[in-house]
């Protein structure tokens, strides 16, 4: 099983959006709707922010939403804050025996 | 609110197993319907899911690392446990318990295992 692909790093402002993608295929992202997305800030562990390709649990910021387009999922964050630099994490089901897979990890930086 | 935290030596010599226990509060391991997984992480590196044990007892592993993997829960200590044999310098991670699939929604705060003579 192959991790997920998604970019190494991305960057914006203050106060822009941007957004970080993760391309699976049609035996995980693509065939289910169970994605979930994670914050990971330095030596912390990772944070739960999407669940379900688009849910937020309790407690996270609206700022953070996610979608899903064929085998690539998408998580958007809106109005970039210097709070928001961190490594983020895809994770979707799969119909592999592993039943998970995570993707490679994104880095944010907020300039 | 539940709290999960590892505990276990930080170094293990090569060819040794490696040991890790995860103990549970603020809910019963063995209510509901949950799995129970082991997620490492080495320095600068993304996150490996190494196996998880479901509510039921079931377990599944990483094929990458199955054959060296044991996962088992202690229902009477509310906890559960990782053993991992043979084990090599790429075995030096942050190790993390968690519960959850897919929808990961309660982590350990992470214990650094090195592999080291």
């Known amino acids: 099983q192959s991790a997920l692909t998604q970019p190494a790093s991305v960057s914006g402002s203050p106060g822009q959006s941007i957004t970080i993608s993760c391309t699976g295929t049609?035996?995980?992202?693509?065939?289910?709707?169970?994605v979930s997305w994670y914050q990971q800030h330095p030596g912390k562990a990772p944070k739960l922010m999407i669940y379900?390709?688009?849910n937020r649990p309790s407690g996270v910021s609206n700022r953070f939403s996610g979608s899903k387009s064929g085998n690539t999922a998408s998580l958007t964050i809106s109005g970039l804050q210097a709070e928001d630099e961190a490594d983020y994490y895809c994770?979707?089901?799969?119909?592999?025996?592993?039943?998970?897979?995570f993707g490679t990890g994104t880095k944010v930086t907020v300039l | 609110q539940v709290q999960l935290q590892e505990s276990g030596p930080g170094l293990v010599k090569p060819s040794q197993t490696l040991s890790l226990t995860c103990t549970v509060s603020?809910?019963?391991?063995?209510?509901?319907?949950?799995?129970w997984s082991w997620i490492r992480q080495p320095a600068g590196k993304g996150l490996e899911w190494i196996g998880r044990?479901?509510?039921?007892?079931?377990?599944n592993y990483n094929p990458s690392l199955k054959s060296r993997v044991t996962i088992s829960v202690d229902t009477s200590k509310n906890q559960f446990s990782l053993k991992l044999s043979s084990v090599t310098a790429a075995d030096t991670a942050v190790y993390y318990c968690?519960?959850?699939?897919?929808?990961?929604?309660?982590w350990g705060q992470g214990t650094l295992v090195t592999v080291s003579s």
């Open positions: 603020g809910g019963s391991i063995s209510s509901g319907s949950y799995y």
């Open positions: 379900e390709v688009s």
């Open positions: 968690a519960r959850g699939l897919i929808e990961i929604d309660y």
């Open positions: 044990i479901y509510t039921s007892g079931s377990t």
């Open positions: 994770s979707s089901y799969t119909s592999s025996s592993t039943l998970e897979v």
């Open positions: 049609s035996s995980d992202v693509g065939g289910y709707n169970y």
